[in-house]
């Protein structure tokens, strides 16, 4: 394949547009991460004006948590599209840096040209 290597041999991807792909792909996972965690107020708000219940508002908390639980597993494990490890993890929990914690590829090195 052009320009990419097997990853796990410290060999990385050289395509600027894999890589690119790449950060646009984790930057819409990330945004989807922040869209679900900002969904939680106004999401909570609404049911408990339209139903006034609090069974409501527990179910609404439960399915919102579901989508966080779901979206942040998504990201966490987003994989860097330059050294193909986790961007996020480099030990046991996620650190949601703007970096890889790997190879130190930043987010929007695409779009400050730094490939
Ligand atoms: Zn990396």
Avoid: Q
Avoid at 67 to 72: A, I, Q, Y
Avoid at 92 to 101: E, I, S, T, V
Wanted: positive net charge; hydrophobic residues 50%.
């Amino acid at each position: 394949m052009n320009g990419v290597k097997r990853a796990g041999d410290g060999e990385m991807v050289t395509d600027p547009f894999l890589i690119g792909s790449g950060l646009r792909s984790l930057r819409r996972r990330r945004c989807l991460l922040w869209a679900v965690i900002l969904l939680y107020v106004p999401e909570i708000w609404v049911t408990l004006a339209w139903t006034h219940s609090g069974r409501a508002a527990l179910i609404t908390f439960y399915v919102w948590f579901l989508f966080l639980w779901n979206t942040v597993i998504l990201v966490a494990f987003t994989r860097c599209p330059r050294c193909r490890n986790y961007y996020h993890i480099k030990f046991a929990f996620p650190l949601y840096f703007r970096h890889c914690r790997h190879c130190g590829l930043a987010i929007d090195a695409d779009k400050r040209g730094a490939l």
